[in-house]
């Protein structure tokens, strides 16, 4: 038992991300704990933590030849999502440039802050759910992939979403509701309802039998 606890996924560094990475994941499950002005903060806070902590994770080679199962399926991932999409409110999109779609268009390209969290949490969730399993093999794979996925993917979402985030946290339009908000909201489900019909009109379309 001790060789056991003498291996890297116990070592201080994954430790000290496992921490922070539960506290990420609480944070958006809670997000309607705050107002739009306190998770603001509380996002420019953690985020710059989750990724220094990342940084120093070890890299490892997996063990085990089968993938580690996904927790979060696209009913939590969904819900996570339309929570931060409408705390975000008409502060969700901003301008990227670091990104591969870029260097293809004439045009900036629009990203929104509540897609790049949760693409975020999804990663750090299944993470965490592997990692509580308390099997060395699975927490050792649940590693590996994490920083791989950490320094191919979500990592650059990251700090492109803190220098969002930073713009409205110290930027001069007030945080707080403001006239045209309602509006704003009452757009965007009715935008998502029709975005969701759409794709409904279309599945079932493709399932009927083509016309003699």
């Not at 609480?26 to 710059?48: G, H, K, M, W």
């Not at 990724?51 to 996904?70: F, G, R």
């Not at 045009?107 to 308390?134: C, H, M, N, W």
Request: proline share 3%; hydrophobic share 35%; aromatic share 12%.
């Amino acid at each position: 038992m001790e060789e056991a606890f003498e291996h890297i996924v116990y070592s201080k560094n994954v430790i000290e991300f496992v921490t922070v990475a539960k506290e990420y994941c609480a944070f958006l499950e809670s997000t309607d704990e705050y107002n739009r002005q306190q998770f603001v903060t509380v996002a420019t806070r953690i985020i710059p933590l989750l990724y220094l902590k990342a940084t120093v994770l070890p890299k490892v080679e997996s063990e085990l030849e089968e993938s580690i199962e996904k927790t979060v399926d696209e009913m939590t991932y969904t819900h996570v999502l339309d929570a931060l999409t409408t705390k975000l409110g008409r502060f969700n999109d901003y301008l990227e440039v670091f990104t591969p779609d870029m260097q293809r268009s004439d045009t900036p390209v629009i990203s929104f802050i509540a897609e790049d969290l949760t693409d975020i949490y999804q990663d750090i969730k299944d993470f965490i759910s592997a990692y509580r399993l308390g099997v060395t093999e699975i927490m050792n794979d649940a590693l590996a992939e994490v920083v791989e996925n950490f320094q191919l993917y979500w990592g650059q979402k990251m700090v492109n979403t803190l220098r969002a985030l930073h713009a409205i946290q110290y930027g001069d339009e007030p945080l707080d509701e403001e006239e045209g908000e309602d509006t704003f909201q009452s757009n965007q489900q009715k935008d998502n309802w029709y975005n969701r019909m759409q794709q409904d009109w279309q599945d079932d379309s493709d399932e009927l039998p083509p016309l003699l």
